[in-house]
């Protein structure tokens, strides 16, 4: 036990004395980072992983994502959670704005949602462009629907189509409407265990690998057009705010060189985010 007790001691002592031969310049490398608050089909999708090394390689500013539910990315980022919040609810985050929790917003990127379900199709829906009419069916069959039902940029998009075709989807929560509470991943791997249909983002469902017999079945609905904006969270509000840093992540983000980075990321050759930010190139 003493034995342990100094072996203890003597890591204590060997850190705090390596912290302490760090130069002022290694301490301020050390924590020049940021964190942004976003989704999980950014993380999911793998785009992060792809172009977050080139902005870091450029600027030396690690980035730290927090990856969660639209919903949930917001409120951390109003609590101050985060430097700069990047998330697909357009309105949500023009009331973010409006309150003065974040300073200006910005187009980044977008692609679409699309509804998958398995083969056998027991609604009817394959093939369909028109997303209300395709609910209907659904709900009019009363084929197993998974829903996030996490308040997620995905989830909100959901409920405004439901809420639009006036399928009152509260009334079959538990029956053949079931919310999951999880994430777009565990949300099409329950759909796919269930053998359910389900709302994804185009980008999310091209990364994931579970994908059994399911296939797109509704899909190119002006309705389904997924747009992601990027907001810097306002360090007068909150002082914590890494403004600098996180303003110059936006400016590369919504720049030549991020819109470029975001183009050039596909999977099995499909591109997954469109970028549409002020820096992108003209199609």
Same mark, same amino acid.
């Given at each position: 036990?003493?034995?342990?007790?100094?072996?203890?001691?003597?890591?204590?002592?060997?850190?705090?004395?390596?912290?302490?031969?760090?130069? @002022?310049?290694?301490?301020?490398?050390?924590?020049?980072?940021?964190?942004?608050?976003?989704?999980?089909?950014?993380?999911?999708?793998?785009?992060?992983?792809?172009?977050?090394?080139?902005?870091?390689?450029?600027?030396?500013?690690?980035?730290?994502?927090?990856?969660?539910?639209?919903?949930?990315?917001?409120?951390?980022?109003?609590?101050?959670?985060?430097?700069?919040?990047?998330?697909?609810?357009? @309105?949500?985050?023009?009331?973010?704005?409006?309150?003065?929790?974040? !300073?200006?917003?910005?187009?980044?990127?977008?692609?679409?949602?699309?509804?998958?379900?398995?083969?056998?199709? @027991?609604?009817?829906?394959?093939?369909?462009?028109?997303?209300?009419?395709?609910?209907?069916?659904?709900?009019?069959?009363?084929? @197993?629907?998974?829903?996030?039902?996490?308040?997620?940029?995905?989830?909100?998009?959901?409920?405004?189509?439901?809420?639009?075709?006036?399928?009152?989807?509260?009334?079959?929560?538990?029956?053949?409407?079931?919310?999951?509470?999880?994430?777009?991943?565990?949300?099409?791997?329950?759909?796919?265990?269930?053998? +359910?249909?389900?709302?994804?983002?185009? +980008?999310?469902?091209?990364?994931?690998?579970?994908?059994?017999?399911?296939?797109?079945?509704?899909?190119?609905?002006?309705?389904?057009?997924?747009?992601?904006?990027?907001?810097? !969270?306002?360090?007068?509000?909150?002082?914590?705010?890494?403004?600098?840093?996180?303003?110059?992540?936006?400016?590369?983000?919504?720049?030549?060189?991020?819109?470029?980075?975001?183009?050039?990321?596909?999977?099995?050759?499909?591109?997954?985010?469109?970028?549409?930010?002020?820096?992108?190139?003209?199609?």
């Amino acid at each position: 036990m003493l034995r342990r007790r100094l072996l203890t001691l003597a890591a204590m002592l060997a850190l705090a004395a390596g912290l302490s031969a760090l130069s @002022p310049n290694d301490t301020a490398a050390a924590e020049k980072f940021i964190i942004v608050q976003s989704t999980t089909s950014t993380q999911n999708s793998g785009l992060f992983d792809f172009i977050l090394p080139k902005f870091t390689k450029k600027t030396g500013i690690e980035v730290r994502v927090v990856a969660v539910g639209t919903g949930q990315a917001i409120k951390n980022a109003a609590n101050g959670d985060g430097d700069v919040l990047l998330v697909h609810a357009k @309105p949500a985050e023009e009331k973010f704005v409006a309150a003065g929790e974040g !300073v200006k917003r910005f187009d980044v990127m977008y692609n679409d949602f699309i509804i998958v379900g398995p083969e056998k199709d @027991p609604a009817g829906v394959a093939g369909m462009k028109d997303v209300k009419a395709a609910l209907k069916k659904i709900a009019g069959a009363q084929a @197993p629907f998974a829903s996030r039902g996490d308040d997620s940029g995905t989830h909100k998009k959901e409920q405004s189509l439901w809420k639009a075709t006036g399928v009152d989807v509260a009334k079959a929560s538990g029956g053949w409407y079931r919310e999951t509470g999880s994430g777009m991943g565990a949300t099409l791997n329950t759909a796919v265990g269930m053998g +359910a249909y389900a709302l994804t983002d185009r +980008a999310t469902w091209i990364a994931f690998k579970n994908k059994g017999n399911f296939k797109i079945a509704v899909e190119g609905d002006k309705d389904l057009f997924n747009q992601y904006g990027v907001i810097l !969270v306002n360090p007068k509000k909150h002082g914590n705010v890494k403004a600098t840093e996180g303003q110059a992540f936006i400016d590369w983000l919504i720049g030549a060189e991020g819109q470029a980075a975001i183009a050039a990321y596909k999977r099995n050759g499909e591109q997954l985010f469109f970028p549409n930010g002020p820096g992108a190139k003209p199609s």
